[in-house]
Each structure stands twice: as structure tokens, then as C-alpha cells.
């Protein structure tokens, strides 16, 4: 049997070649799981065109400093009120009296409509299928359900049978 030196010294060689091949990383790495952060890109200045061709519309160039102030908004009172564009027409008793039935009929025809649901998500209607399930069924190879062949068709001529056939086998 070897001593503690010899193992620790393996332990060790193991770590070191794992390290080597990738495998762990080293001891004083961040073990929160993640690969190592590499090269730091924090200043590095990417070109507007480059920032342009890759965003597209999207891209807004930021070379106008912050402003601490909002804007003022500034109202433009016009000096010449605005004209109606057309004289107000008085609705007379005849066309009101023309217009009254027509709005009924509407909200009749509406309510026809959205009570035998002609109005819906299916404008086609009910469909009738052309084929069966069985024959769907038997065309992708299913087998049709049978009658049961047991020897009785209710349950307690099955208890029955079960038990003369547990009595005959003692």
C-alpha cells in the first residue's frame, strides 16, 4: 500500500491534466458554471455604418448629447377660426319617417341572423363526412371490436364460473 503522499500527489497530477484537456477549470476560476469572460470589448467603438447595416431602419445614430430639460411644447394659436366645411342639413319629418322602417327591417334582419346563427365563425355550414370512422379505422390497419366471447354476458354468471373453477382446482 502506497502512502497519503503518493495519493495526494495523483489527485493532483489528475487535476492538472484535466486542466490541461479542458475538462475543469482551474482552482482559483469563478465556479459559478460559466466559461471564463476572455478579451474585454467594453471600449471598443463600432462604426454608424456597420451599426446601420446590421439594424437597419431600427438604428437611430446617438452623436446629439442628452439634454437634462424637457422640451417646451409651443401652441400656434391660428388667428382665423376654422369654417364649417358644410351648412348643417335640417333632417325633415319626411325623411325621418323614410328612415325609421329601414332601421327596423336592419335590426330585425340582425337579430334573424345571430339568433339561427347564420352569422358565426362557420360560414360554410354543417359538413357530411364521406367516409365512416370504421372504414378510416380499417384503412390504417385498425381491427374492429368484437362481441365478448366469454362463456357468460353478465357479470355474475362470470363470478360464478370463477369460482366453480377455483372450487374444482382445490
Do not use: C
Amino acid at each position: 500500500m502506497q502512502g497519503i503522499g503518493d495519493f495526494a500527489e495523483k489527485l493532483i497530477n489528475e487535476q492538472v491534466g484535466n486542466i490541461k484537456e479542458g475538462k475543469e477549470l482551474p482552482p482559483g476560476a469563478p465556479s459559478n458554471g460559466l466559461a471564463p469572460a476572455g478579451k474585454d470589448i467594453s471600449k471598443v467603438k463600432v462604426p454608424d455604418s456597420f451599426m446601420k447595416e446590421v439594424l437597419g431602419e431600427s438604428f437611430h445614430p446617438q452623436d446629439t448629447p442628452t439634454t437634462n430639460s424637457i422640451p417646451e411644447l409651443v401652441w400656434s394659436d391660428s388667428e382665423e377660426p376654422e369654417a364649417p366645411a358644410q351648412n348643417p342639413q335640417v333632417i325633415t319629418e319626411e325623411t325621418v319617417k323614410q328612415l325609421v322602417p329601414l332601421l327596423e327591417e336592419v335590426r330585425d334582419l340582425l337579430k334573424e341572423m345571430t339568433s339561427t346563427g347564420s352569422i358565426g365563425v362557420n360560414m360554410a355550414g354543417p359538413q357530411k363526412d364521406s367516409n365512416s370512422w370504421d372504414n378510416i379505422e380499417k384503412k390504417y390497419g385498425y381491427l374492429t371490436a368484437k362481441p365478448s366471447t366469454l362463456p357468460g354476458n353478465t357479470r355474475k354468471q362470470i363470478l360464478k364460473k370463477s369460482i366453480r373453477d377455483k372450487l374444482k382446482r382445490k
